[in-house]
C-alpha cells in the first residue's frame, strides 16, 4: 500500500485562494492515477477532482471551473489549486491513490475505487 500526505490546508476568505498538496511514497511516475475528495461534518464523502495521468481530468460540477488538478512531476506530487473558494468548500480534503482500473473515466470521483489514503487537510472558507 502506497503512503499519501496531504498539506496546504488553511484557513482562507470566500473568494481568496489556496493550494493542497499530495505526496505519494511511490515514485510519481508509477502512479496512474489520483483524486480529491472532501467531507464536510455530518455529510458523505464526495469527489471534488481526480487525474488519470497522462490522459484525463475530471471535477464535480460544485468546483468546476474552480478548482484545478495537476501533476507535478518534479516534485513527485499532486496539486489541487483552489480559486474563488466558498464557504460551502469548507470541508476535510482528503487525496487518494491505486484506483481499481486501469483507464479513464468519471468513475474516478467515487471514492470506492481507491485504495491508498491519507490522513487529510483541512480547508475552512469564511465568508
Known amino acids: 500500500q502506497v503512503n499519501v500526505v496531504e498539506s496546504g490546508g488553511g484557513s482562507v476568505q470566500a473568494g481568496g485562494s489556496l493550494t493542497l498538496s499530495c505526496a505519494v511514497s511511490?515514485?510519481?511516475?508509477?502512479?496512474?492515477?489520483m483524486g480529491w475528495f472532501r467531507q464536510a461534518p455530518g455529510k458523505e464523502r464526495e469527489g471534488v477532482a481526480a487525474i488519470y495521468v497522462g490522459q484525463s481530468t475530471y471535477y464535480s460540477d460544485s468546483v468546476k471551473g474552480r478548482f484545478t488538478i495537476a501533476l507535478d512531476n518534479a516534485r513527485d506530487r499532486v496539486a489541487l489549486q483552489m480559486n474563488d473558494v466558498k464557504p460551502e468548500d469548507t470541508a476535510m480534503y482528503y487525496c487518494a491513490t491505486e484506483c481499481r482500473w486501469a483507464v479513464p473515466g468519471s468513475w474516478l470521483l467515487k471514492s470506492s475505487e481507491y485504495k491508498s489514503w491519507g490522513q487529510g487537510t483541512q480547508v475552512t472558507v469564511s465568508s
Open positions: 511511490d515514485d510519481i511516475t508509477n502512479v496512474h492515477c
